[in-house]
């Protein structure tokens, strides 16, 4: 009965590469998001998307893509990776105001 | 023990302690704000909220406190528990900006049995 769930948990890869993180929710929730934590620990919101619309892009590289097939899943794209991509990156999703959080997804650029 | 969250500091405190974690919220606009807790290897939790029309709210063992005038926001933890050693993060909505909610620094909460 997880709430948000995101896969791959860890993620390994060269730079260069391009790579999906996935994104569900189950709580019917109408606003979907993405967030990147440092490794200083801070939380920095990419985008949102609410009923299939982008709604805040924050200043991201247009490497990253954010697709959502419907209103239960949000997927992140990243293409040609570079090594400051490696961050943890979270999916969040909020009806109102309060945003329930994922596991998060480690993604590592070597 | 008391810290202000800007860029990610510690506080440690023994266990049976009350504990203070501050923050600076940036947006005088904003009328809504959440503390959320994060535990290792984990992602963020909703600990408790509070609206710019209230100056205190209370729950489970936490009180959070809203100062306007000054844009200052804290959680206290009563009789904080090993369990309650995490990153606390403030967050503040952006009413003019699609009300998305930012996070503040963080604060490491470290607790000693």
């Known amino acids: 009965d997880t709430a948000v769930s995101q896969t791959p948990k860890y993620l390994v890869t060269q730079m260069g590469n391009d790579k999906s993180i996935k994104c569900e929710q189950n709580?019917?929730?109408?606003?979907m998001y993405w967030y990147k934590q440092d490794s200083k620990k801070f939380l920095k919101i990419m985008f949102s998307y609410n009923n299939k619309e982008l709604i805040i892009n924050e200043t991201v590289p247009n490497r990253f893509s954010p697709k959502s097939p419907d209103k239960a899943h949000l997927n992140l794209h990243i293409n040609s990776l570079e090594l400051g991509d490696s961050a943890v990156y979270f999916c969040?999703?909020?009806?109102?105001?309060?945003?329930?959080f994922g596991p998060g997804t480690r993604l590592t650029v070597t | 023990g008391e810290s202000v969250g800007l860029h990610l500091p510690t506080l440690s405190v023994q266990e049976g302690d009350n504990s203070i974690i501050n923050c600076a919220y940036s947006n005088s606009a904003s009328d809504y704000f959440i503390w959320y807790k994060q535990e290792s290897g984990k992602g963020p939790q909703f600990i408790i909220d509070i609206r710019s029309n209230m100056d205190k709210r209370q729950g489970q063992r936490v009180t959070v406190l809203l100062n306007k005038t000054v844009k200052h926001l804290s959680l206290q933890i009563a009789a904080t528990q090993p369990g309650d050693s995490a990153v606390y993060f403030c967050a503040e909505n952006f009413p003019y900006n699609n009300n998305d909610m930012r996070f503040g620094a963080g604060t490491r909460l470290t607790v000693k049995p």
């Open positions: 969040a999703s909020s009806h109102l105001d309060e945003q329930y």
């Open positions: 709580l019917g929730h109408d606003t």
